[in-house]
């Protein structure tokens, strides 16, 4: 069963980091694209960021460049989003996804794991 | 960044009624690479159309999407109980990739 599992969210200060991970099983992790998306409850979707199966594209929303880098560990199946400098805005579930077709990066989103909440507040 | 637009906001039906839901782009989509989710209170998305007008594995054939450019169209032939739900474009053609407002398809 292909299976995306978050972990790391939490309640977090202003200006501090946070560091989510993706655990990926079930499928060849290192064949495909991966995301992430968030979700402040009751609102819409917004795209976070996203990687290529080999790390070589990388893509981030304007409201999150400069601050969040996002990465993978092939030989772990696992995905990464580094967050620094969080804001309140930055609130919300944090979605892992991974990309529906092998190799490259411009895909749609196949399967999602359940979510890892970010709180930012003091 | 490609700003997309979504309409109706809400579109109440009854089962069984035909559902069409708009997708605007601020400018052309690359290739037609515009998806369409479906999102159920509590639950992640789940993704119905990729490619403007592909189902997606498992997608039951009452849905349909099309279009191509800057607009796209999703349509439900015949709703079912099941259908009522939240639904998203999002276009992943350039990054970076960004999503639609959505459009909520609830019980009239």
């Known amino acids: 069963e292909v299976q995306l599992v978050e972990s790391g969210g939490g309640l977090v200060q202003p200006g501090r980091s946070l560091r989510l991970s993706c655990a990926a099983s079930?499928?060849?992790?290192?064949?495909?694209?991966m995301y992430w998306v968030r979700q402040v409850p009751g609102k819409g979707l917004e795209w976070v960021s996203g990687i290529s199966w080999n790390s070589g594209t990388l893509g981030y929303a304007d409201s999150v460049k400069g601050r969040f880098t996002i990465s993978r560990d092939n030989a772990k199946n696992s995905l990464y989003l580094q967050m620094n400098s969080l804001r309140g805005e930055d609130t919300a579930l944090y979605y892992c996804?991974?990309?529906?077709?092998?190799?490259?990066?411009?895909?749609?989103?196949?399967?999602w794991g359940q979510g890892t909440t970010v709180t930012v507040s003091s | 960044e490609i700003v997309l637009s979504q309409s109706p906001g809400t579109l109440s039906l009854s089962p069984g009624e035909r559902a069409t839901l708009s997708c605007r782009a601020s400018?052309?989509?690359?290739?037609?690479?515009l998806a369409w989710y479906q999102q159920k209170p509590g639950q992640a998305p789940r993704l119905l159309i990729y490619?403007?007008?592909g189902r997606a594995t498992g997608i039951p054939d009452r849905f349909s999407g099309g279009g191509s450019g800057t607009d796209f169209t999703l349509t439900i032939s015949r709703l079912e109980p099941e259908d009522f739900a939240v639904y998203y474009c999002q276009q992943y053609g350039s990054s970076p990739f960004t999503f639609g407002p959505g459009t909520k398809v609830d019980v009239k």
């Open positions: 996804a991974k990309g529906a077709t092998a190799v490259g990066f411009y895909y749609p989103m196949d399967v």
């Open positions: 079930g499928f060849n992790f290192d064949d495909y694209a």
């Open positions: 490619g403007a007008s």
């Open positions: 400018q052309s989509v690359s290739i037609s690479y």
